[in-house]
């Protein structure tokens, strides 16, 4: 492309687009993707990245993929698109219905398809006060998420969402929820730093319940592994104390696995390193790889039972025009075919530990508070005092400009504060692995020389 074409289109863009997350000063000399193959990105002007977030940690297939474009064809030419309401249904959603239930938990049984993770979340929000609804306790509405969630950018999953920024200029928000501790061992308040941790974080959870009452108190809400809010793994005995203040209180527990889900962590979804089931769950992003939009939220046996069981009368009555969409379930059935052929879920497992050993053996720099991940998610905290594990000013935006050093150098990715994001597809080379590892460590020193 010319580079008048491309200045022009950068302009067009500044003009009218509205971009997700946006102020126009974040957005001058955007990079502008052409092209993708496997774990590497192109923009218009040539220049080749490693997407070291797999884009929006969902491409987890890589990108370039023929088998999905050839599906998504062949679905569009046979049936694009039909309506998925009460009475109708197409083949490639039951298909990825009944699949998807075989890959999930155990106690999952039944999946509503919707188009993103929002949606999902937002669905899985209103599944849990209707279920309550449905068991005659209809003052049980109140949900309780955590600081640090990221749950998407609709009304319900803006709520709660747990990251102030994202509240900002848009209150009122859904009420009725309620925000608690997290597990964040490098910021632990309470005794993660001990050899006998016993995850008291969660304690804060049990503490709202009683305060709020357990009898209004609908669910709890977690990510399995925080995302955007700086890839925090919990500590092993978090999620089963979760599981068990849910059990003792009556609460259902949603797991927000849109972007644990479908091999990301080394398991095909999180909550499996703990031994843990949720009663309802969220997916998105990876189902699909986002070749197209593709999500769904997810429930227990006993929460489908109860919708089986309950009088004509009470209909669930929320939807989407393309909730079950048979182009957009045809690919994510031959998406999960990929991961499952190509043994990405395993792979992932072997590519994170060598991106986190890599990462932990080569960051010796004064400024690196914590490494941490889980499969193939890691982030890299900077601190500006390693003992006392101060965060830099914000005004230094320290996090930003290790970014665009490593923009510079060939890596894509996103900070959380002064937290670096990885989580590159799970179809990433070692020595690509190795390449991040070396760009993240070049680009703090071009950063913060010491
Ligand atoms: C954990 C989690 N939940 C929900 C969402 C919202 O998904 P979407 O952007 O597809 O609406 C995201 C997006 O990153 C996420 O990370």
């Given at each position: 492309?010319?580079?008048?074409?491309?200045?022009?289109?950068?302009?067009?863009?500044?003009?009218?687009?509205?971009?997700?997350?946006?102020?126009?000063?974040?957005?001058?000399?955007a990079v502008v993707y052409q092209r993708g193959e496997g774990a590497l990105l192109w923009d218009i002007e040539g220049k080749e990245y490693i997407d070291g977030l797999s884009s929006l940690w969902n491409v987890a297939v890589g990108h370039g993929r023929?088998?999905?474009?050839?599906?998504?064809?062949?679905?569009?030419?046979?049936?694009?698109?039909?309506?998925?309401?009460?009475?109708?249904?197409?083949?490639?959603?039951?298909?990825?219905?009944?699949?998807?239930?075989?890959?999930?938990?155990?106690?999952?049984?039944?999946?509503?398809?919707?188009?993103?993770?929002?949606?999902?979340?937002?669905?899985?929000?209103?599944?849990?006060?209707?279920?309550?609804?449905?068991?005659?306790?209809?003052?049980?509405?109140?949900?309780?998420?955590?600081?640090?969630?990221?749950?998407?950018?609709?009304?319900?999953?803006?709520?709660?969402?747990?990251?102030?920024?994202?509240?900002?200029?848009?209150?009122?928000?859904?009420?009725?929820?309620?925000?608690?501790?997290?597990?964040?061992?490098?910021?632990?308040?309470?005794?993660?730093?001990?050899?006998?941790?016993?995850?008291?974080?969660?304690?804060?959870?049990?503490?709202?319940?009683?305060?709020?009452?357990?009898?209004?108190?609908?669910?709890?809400?977690?990510?399995?592994?925080?995302?955007?809010?700086?890839?925090?793994?919990?500590?092993?005995?978090?999620?089963?104390?979760?599981?068990?203040?849910?059990?003792?209180?009556?609460?259902?527990?949603?797991?927000?696995?849109?972007?644990?889900?479908?091999?990301?962590?080394?398991?095909?979804?999180?909550?499996?390193?703990?031994?843990?089931?949720?009663?309802?769950?969220?997916?998105?992003?990876?189902?699909?790889s986002a070749y197209?939009?593709?999500?769904?939220?997810?429930?227990?046996?006993?929460?489908?039972?109860?919708?089986?069981?309950?009088?004509?009368?009470?209909?669930?009555?929320?939807?989407?025009?393309?909730?079950?969409?048979?182009?957009?379930?045809?690919?994510?059935?031959?998406?999960?075919?990929?991961?499952?052929?190509?043994?990405?879920?395993?792979?992932?497992?072997?590519?994170?530990?060598?991106?986190?050993?890599?990462?932990?053996?080569?960051?010796?720099?004064?400024?690196?508070?914590?490494?941490?991940?889980?499969?193939?998610?890691?982030?890299?905290?900077?601190?500006?005092?390693?003992?006392?594990?101060?965060?830099?000013?914000?005004?230094?935006?320290?996090?930003?400009?290790?970014?665009?050093?490593m923009r510079e150098r060939g890596v894509i990715t996103r900070?959380?504060?002064?937290?670096?994001?990885l989580a590159p597809p799970?179809v990433t080379t070692?020595?690509q692995?190795?390449r991040i590892?070396?760009v993240?460590?070049?680009?703090?020193?071009?950063?913060?020389?010491?």
């Open positions: 492309m010319e580079k008048s074409d491309i200045d022009q289109l950068r302009q067009a863009d500044v003009d009218h687009q509205i971009h997700p997350q946006y102020h126009v000063r974040d957005h001058e000399n023929k088998e999905l474009a050839e599906v998504a064809q062949k679905q569009m030419e046979e049936l694009a698109f039909s309506n998925s309401y009460a009475g109708y249904a197409n083949v490639p959603s039951i298909q990825l219905a009944e699949r998807l239930i075989e890959l999930v938990y155990p106690s999952m049984q039944a999946v509503f398809f919707c188009n993103s993770g929002s949606e999902a979340v937002e669905g899985a929000l209103k599944i849990a006060r209707f279920y309550w609804h449905l068991q005659g306790k209809p003052e049980k509405t109140t949900i309780i998420a955590r600081k640090d969630a990221y749950h998407g950018g609709t009304y319900g999953a803006t709520t709660v969402t747990g990251i102030p920024s994202f509240h900002n200029g848009f209150g009122p928000l859904l009420g009725g929820v309620v925000h608690a501790e997290t597990c964040y061992p490098y910021r632990c308040g309470h005794c993660s730093r001990a050899e006998d941790c016993t995850s008291a974080c969660a304690d804060d959870i049990e503490a709202v319940i009683g305060r709020e009452g357990a009898d209004t108190v609908a669910a709890v809400i977690a990510e399995p592994v925080h995302g955007a809010g700086g890839v925090i793994p919990p500590t092993p005995s978090y999620w089963p104390r979760l599981r068990e203040i849910c059990d003792k209180n009556d609460v259902l527990l949603i797991a927000d696995e849109v972007i644990t889900g479908f091999g990301r962590t080394g398991k095909w979804f999180a909550l499996e390193h703990w031994g843990v089931q949720p009663d309802i769950m969220a997916v998105a992003k990876a189902i699909s197209v939009p593709l999500a769904g939220f997810i429930v227990s046996g006993r929460i489908h039972g109860a919708m089986l069981d309950a009088p004509r009368t009470e209909k669930f009555m929320h939807g989407y025009t393309n909730a079950g969409h048979p182009t957009a379930c045809a690919v994510g059935l031959r998406n999960l075919q990929i991961i499952e052929e190509e043994g990405l879920v395993e792979r992932a497992a072997a590519m994170g530990k060598r991106l986190l050993q890599g990462l932990e053996q080569s960051l010796e720099h004064p400024n690196v508070g914590d490494v941490r991940g889980l499969g193939l998610m890691a982030a890299v905290e900077l601190t500006s005092d390693k003992a006392s594990r101060a965060p830099f000013d914000a005004a230094d935006a320290v996090g930003p400009r290790v970014l665009k050093a900070v959380k504060g002064d937290s670096i994001l799970l070692p020595e692995i190795d590892i070396e993240v460590g070049e680009s703090i020193q071009a950063v913060l020389p010491g």
